[in-house]
Structures are given as structure tokens and as C-alpha cells.
């Protein structure tokens, strides 16, 4: 084992490797119960066709566990993986709250892209992709959706509501269910300052604990309890594979692919980057390591749940000493443990959850500060993806903004030979995504 994971050769050893295991699932734990709390829809009463939250909670984990294994023992590096923040909340909010698509259908798109990613990492494809989109782009797609994903948590704990008038406004901050909210944000927010680890996962245990002892949260019967079900979601993806050859659900697959891409390859870089493995500036076995995000996503999307992707979480296992494929495989097993403890999810609620949203949000907005404001033909398509998303409730709808306005300002500075071919191939994209809304 030693060997295999070249121990000796990075200087480290089973004991620092489990701890950086151990350290890495504490930080990422929270995605247990935010991922059913989100895919299900738990903030919307009366939806009709609901994803089961049980269903979601044993996918979560399996998909985690068999992604960041694969992680693990094929491209042996310390990144573990699970379903997406960000992509979670457009797969719930947007392609079936606002576009109606049944969630069944919505799963055979994750399925679809897992698989086109599949192939265009093993073609070569996928770098040449990469490389044709603009990494101003890419800074404010990731803003975007830190934005996103933080009104979302802002509107569950209640901090802002709908206005007539106004659209929104601030809520009601005496209501004992916001105030629970805030408390968690205080919380989790004191916690990451002081630099603990895993301290958005810790946030909503204490969150949980006060909301129970205060009466707003019913206590559980049990900790430890059966693994749920995956009967409700497991397959959907296949029965409903025929249902995604339209032009919506192709937005929602290019989405899909298009945040993934990005997101995989910066949490990859920076990882790597950080436990000192890039070599000449490039990353070893990144074949390997992309063909395992790509595996997991498909495992995910059939098991049910939305895009599984790597974790940039794993760094705080490289900061305790990971070097290896071995720290995954302790996550991953970690992750298998967690099964058992389902019952738990009835008092992870929306106001405990919304702390995890606002830091994440805060986290994934850092992307702003590379963003080259002083140059207008950058700014504008930069800060439109970022102000669309939260402002029409559509991650893909923001991407799409940008993605029109970008070879627009470019052609208009006079820069249009600075723009990949791929970019126009964009641009014919969603100006018919536009038409086919209308």
C-alpha cells in the first residue's frame, strides 16, 4: 500500500494521510444534508413532484464516496469529491422550480453531461474548450453563482423576503425562525475566522443543537438509524434519458458541462498547487484525475443526484499533511459511515442550512478580485453574468448574458481577433437560448 501510493517518495505515512482524510470529509460533511435540503426543494410547500430527501441523502454519500475513491486509487491524489454547490442549486431552482422540467429528466441531463465529459476527456477535447473561454469569464460565472447560491440562503432564513413594491426586502429579524438563521451565520462565520476546520459543517451542528433546545427544531428519535432508500431516484435517469433532445434541456446539459469543466479544473490546480505535486506547471495523471470527476457525476446522476465534482474543501486535508490517494480513500470510507446516520436530517431546516449557503457564497465571490474591472469590454459581460444570476433567479440564464455581450464588447474595442472561434460558436448558442425562451 505504502508503495503504491508512494509514501516514501512524498514524505508522508499512514497516520498524517488518515488524518487528512478525517480532515477533509469534517469540512465537506455539510453537503450530507444541504444537498437533499436543496434538490428537494425542502424552502417550497406544496411542490407537487418532490425528490424524495432520503433518496437524495444515500445518493449524496454513495456518490461521494465512489468519486472520491476513484479519486483515490486511480489518479492518487488527496481531492475527494460530491455533488456540486452551485449546480445543486440550478438543477432545484432553476431547471425544475422556474423551468417546470421534471426532476427525473433533469437527472438524465446530469447523466448526459458525465458522459459527454467523459468524452471529451478522453478525446482532448475538453482542454481545447477550456482554453477558448476567457478565464475573466470563468472568475465570473464561479462569482455568479456564489451570489446565487447566497440569496438562496438570505430568502430560507427569512433576512430577505418578497416585496411587492420593491421585489425584496428585508424580512422580519425579531421572528424566532430568522433569528435562528442569523444566529448560524454568527456562528459559522466565528468558527472560519478562528480557522477551524470543517467549521461550515460544525455551524450547523451548534445551529441544529440551539434550534432544538429552544423548541424551534423537533429532536430526533435516534442518531444512528437505516440507510434510506434509493428506490425514488435510483434509474430515473435512464427511464427518462429520451425526454432530454430538446433545445431546453440542451441549455441545461451545456450549463451543466460548462460549470463543471471550470470548476473541476481550478479545484484540481489549486489543490495539487498547494500539496506541491504540479510538475513544470502542469498537473500529473490530470487525464486520470478528470476522468474520475467525469465517473462520478455519471454514478451520481444514475444513483440521483445532481453533477459530482471535486472538492476545493480538499485543501484543508492537504493543510494537515495529505499527499496522497490514500486521504481520499479514508473520505470515501468516512462517507460510507455517514449512511447511518439519516436520521439526522430532520433537523438540519432551512434556517440551519442558510448559513452554509452565505458562506459558500462568500467563498465562491472571491473570484471577483480577478476580474480586470478598469477594462470596460471585460466589465460589462463580467458583472452582467454576475448581477443576472441572483437578479433572474438563473444561473444559466447569467451565463448566457455574458456569453452574448462578451464577443459584442470585444468587436466593438476592436479586439474581435482576440476572441477563440468556440466564442462565437457561444454566442449563436444563446442568443438561440433567448429566442427559444421568448
Do not use: C
Not at 453537503?31 to 449524496?60: C, E, K, Y
Not at 429528466?105 to 446530469?110: E, S
Request: charged letters at 10%; a negative charge; aromatic letters at 12%.
Amino acid at each position: 500500500m505504502k508503495k503504491f501510493f508512494n509514501f516514501d517518495q512524498l514524505g508522508t505515512d499512514y497516520r498524517t494521510e488518515t488524518i487528512a482524510g478525517m480532515t477533509t470529509f469534517l469540512s465537506m460533511a455539510y453537503i450530507l444534508f444541504l444537498n437533499p435540503s436543496i434538490l428537494s426543494l425542502q424552502d417550497v410547500p406544496d411542490l407537487a413532484n418532490r425528490m424524495d430527501a432520503g433518496a437524495i441523502f444515500t445518493a449524496t454519500a454513495l456518490a461521494a464516496a465512489i468519486g472520491t475513491l476513484i479519486m483515490g486509487l486511480l489518479a492518487k491524489y488527496p481531492i475527494a469529491l460530491a455533488p456540486g454547490m452551485g449546480l445543486n442549486a440550478f438543477f432545484a431552482y432553476t431547471v425544475v422550480l422556474t423551468w417546470e422540467i421534471p426532476w427525473q429528466t433533469a437527472l438524465a441531463g446530469v447523466f448526459a453531461s458525465g458522459l459527454i465529459f467523459i468524452v471529451l476527456t478522453l478525446t482532448g477535447i475538453r482542454e481545447t474548450i477550456i482554453n477558448a473561454i476567457p478565464a475573466q469569464m470563468k472568475m465570473a460565472v464561479g462569482a455568479g453563482i456564489g451570489l446565487f447560491i447566497a440569496f438562496l440562503g438570505l430568502q430560507n432564513a427569512g433576512i430577505v423576503v418578497a416585496e411587492p413594491s420593491t421585489l425584496v426586502a428585508l424580512g422580519d429579524l425579531t421572528k424566532p425562525t430568522t433569528l435562528l438563521a442569523v444566529f448560524g451565520i454568527f456562528v459559522t462565520v466565528i468558527l472560519l475566522v478562528l480557522g477551524f476546520k470543517g467549521g461550515i459543517f460544525y455551524g450547523m451542528i451548534i445551529t441544529s443543537i440551539a434550534g432544538m433546545i429552544v423548541g424551534l427544531i423537533d429532536t430526533p428519535d435516534q442518531i444512528v438509524g437505516s440507510v434510506p432508500s434509493l428506490a425514488p431516484t435510483f434509474g430515473q435517469a435512464f427511464a427518462h434519458f429520451g425526454d432530454i433532445f430538446t433545445m431546453e434541456m440542451l441549455v441545461v446539459i451545456l450549463t451543466f458541462l460548462f460549470v463543471d469543466f471550470f470548476d473541476t479544473a481550478g479545484t484540481l490546480v489549486a489543490v495539487a498547487t498547494q500539496a506541491g505535486l504540479m510538475k513544470d506547471n502542469k498537473l500529473p495523471r490530470a487525464g486520470k484525475a478528470l476522468f474520475s470527476d467525469s465517473a462520478a457525476t455519471v454514478a451520481g446522476a444514475v444513483l440521483g443526484t445532481s453533477t459530482t465534482t471535486s472538492y476545493v474543501e480538499s485543501t484543508s486535508g492537504v493543510g494537515a499533511g495529505g499527499r496522497t490517494g490514500f486521504a481520499s480513500v479514508v473520505t470515501a470510507g468516512l462517507f460510507l459511515l455517514a449512511l447511518f446516520f439519516s436520521p439526522l436530517l430532520g433537523v438540519v431546516t432551512s434556517q440551519v442550512t442558510a448559513a452554509a449557503l452565505v458562506i459558500v457564497g462568500v467563498m465562491m465571490a472571491s473570484n471577483l478580485k480577478n476580474i480586470e474591472w478598469d477594462q470596460f469590454e471585460i466589465a460589462v459581460p463580467a458583472f452582467l453574468t454576475v448581477v443576472t444570476m441572483p437578479l433572474t433567479y438563473s444561473i444559466a440564464t447569467g451565463i448566457a448574458i455574458g456569453f452574448v455581450f462578451y464577443p459584442l464588447t470585444f468587436i466593438l474595442k476592436g479586439r474581435a481577433k482576440e476572441i477563440h472561434p468556440i466564442m462565437y460558436g457561444l454566442f449563436v448558442v444563446f442568443v438561440l437560448y433567448f429566442i427559444f425562451l421568448s
